[in-house]
């Protein structure tokens, strides 16, 4: 029973297309995230929702939009998908906000061609 | 804002060799302190983690970090690393509140047999 569930684990798409990546927990915790990893296997936030709210937002283009439509789902959704957005893209969920330990999800590795 | 230091970015040791991975963060209030590890091509996962009391934490696989307040550190040991120990070594450190978890810039660690 994987507790942190992503899809698709592979994309590989063109410049300009639009793809989302998808996100369950079934841990019951009321904090999801978005972290990207990229080449050089740095990690950083993206994205966190706490019970279906918006609550971390960092410096990420437009492009990217989250959508919570309840608790144990997070999903992302990229448009107009550029070289640069190549890179792992892990969901992570978290009991609350203050604790800070997450648990991951394998990863969604997107490729952009 | 909290920021995390990993000081070495690739180690190599030989099998049964003692390990001990850097880690310095900066935040002005009380943290809660974390390493995971990812092994290749998988997801990251726990290794341990402190919250308060003793300074001195135990994790998984034989490994364990001591806080020392004063240093502002979280160094992760262990005392006779495995091939299978081989993967990217995360610290991270999270302040309450919707900061989040901001993870260093990950220590390759190669194991050779």
């Known amino acids: 029973d994987t507790a942190v569930s992503q899809t698709p684990k592979y994309l590989v798409t063109q410049m300009g297309n639009d793809k989302s990546i998808k996100c369950e927990q079934n841990?019951?915790?009321?904090?999801m995230y978005w972290y990207k990893q990229d080449s050089k296997k740095f990690l950083k936030i993206m994205f966190s929702?706490?019970?279906?709210?918006?609550?971390i937002n960092e410096t990420v283009p437009n492009r990217f939009s989250p959508k919570s439509p309840d608790k144990a789902h997070l999903n992302l959704h990229i448009n107009s998908l550029e070289l640069g957005d190549s890179a792992v893209y892990f969901c992570?969920?978290?009991?609350?906000?203050?604790?800070?330990?997450?648990?991951f999800g394998e990863g969604s590795r997107l490729t952009v061609l | 804002a909290q920021s995390v230091s990993q000081h070495n970015h690739h180690v190599i040791l030989s099998e049964a060799a003692s390990l001990e991975l850097g880690c310095n963060y900066s935040?002005?209030?009380?943290?809660?302190l974390f390493w995971y590890v990812q092994y290749p091509g998988q997801h990251l996962q726990l290794l341990l983690k402190?919250?308060?009391?003793?300074?001195l934490v135990k994790g998984i696989k034989g490994f364990e970090a001591e806080f020392i307040k004063s240093k502002f550190s979280f160094n992760l040991r262990k005392p006779s690393v495995q091939w299978s120990d081989t993967a990217e070594y995360f610290c991270a450190v999270a302040g309450g509140g919707a900061d989040g978890l901001t993870f260093g810039k990950g220590t390759h660690l190669i194991i050779q047999p």
């Open positions: 929702y706490n019970n279906k709210e918006l609550i």
């Open positions: 992570a969920s978290s009991q609350d906000t203050n604790t800070g330990e997450l648990f």
């Open positions: 935040y002005g209030g009380t943290v809660n």
């Open positions: 841990l019951g915790h009321d904090t």
């Open positions: 402190y919250f308060s009391g003793d300074p």
